[in-house]
């Protein structure tokens, strides 16, 4: 699949790619930078992935693990009783096109036998037997560049070439590596990684510039939604971030994402369908 392929099989979804589509996040983490614990128990999980599907949300993520910066790790097991009930409940209550966000081997083979239809990996299937555990889900995956770990990523991090080029170099690596082990790029997308070992110069840079990441030729993925970059620009808190976080949302459907990863789903999609409105009118 390249970017221009209108549709990606996600399990017994069709996810259409030929306009922009809108990820509504849901952590199931007591601990995630601007929503920790709001959504831990089943029942909120799940009228609260209701309510962004009303929305116009085509996918609902699901993350059991906190990768905000400064995040320790969790084991598997922890991870896999916070996020399977609700892979479980969303696949057979709403019937959503379900995407896991994990780094585990065991969590990927779970939450695919549970139904879900794509595994969004921040750690770009690095984690040992998560490649393997990829290829036998058979779900499409997207991989995120970042540099370090949760723990430590946001401790003076900085690159020996722009950041376009480390971020463009990085993953088109992994989907080498990917493809050489048997996962092919038709089943692949790519994020950028913003805040993820980056400072705020790098990620206005990268967004600046993120055609270099087009030019890989996979529909790209895209996360801002409420990040500091966002609060330091603005000097606003985390609940004041959407207008900011809506702005960087239309630049990055201009520059070519396909999937916007958001909090708010309501106002995102009404901004990447009026950007998407004024840019077909220019194709």
Known sequence: MNANTPSLMC????????????????????????????????????????????????????????????????????ELERVAPVVEALVRELDALVSVDTSSPEVIRES????????????????EGAMVAAIGSGLPVCLMHRQGEPRDMQQAPRYDVPIEEAVADYLAARVAAC??????????????????????????????????LVELELPLLVGMSRKSMIGK????PVEER??????????????????????????????????????????
């Open 179 to 212: 493809e050489q082990a048997g996962l092919h790029r038709d089943r692949l997308l790519l994020d950028p990684g913003f805040g993820f070992g980056k400072t705020v110069e790098h990620n206005l840079r990268l967004l600046n510039r993120m055609e270099r």
């Open 112 to 127: 695919a036998a549970l139904g879900a239809g794509m595994i969004n990996d921040v750690r770009a299937l690095e984690r």
């Open 242 to 283: 959407l207008p900011g976080g809506l702005a960087l949302t239309a630049m990055a459907v201009e520059r070519g994402a396909r999937i916007l990863r958001v909090h708010d789903v309501a106002p995102s999609v009404d901004a990447v369908n009026m950007t998407w409105a004024v840019l077909k009118e220019s194709c």
């Open 233 to 236: 620009v603005l000097e606003r």
């Open 11 to 78: 399990g017994r979804h069709r996810l259409d790619l030929s306009y922009p589509r809108v990820m509504g996040i849901l952590n199931v983490t007591p601990d995630s930078f601007s929503d920790g614990g709001r959504h831990v128990s089943l029942d909120d999980a799940l009228r609260h992935a209701e309510r962004m599907l009303a929305e116009g949300a085509a996918i609902i993520d699901v993350g059991g693990e906190s990768t905000r910066p400064g995040a320790d790790g969790i084991s598997p097991q922890q």
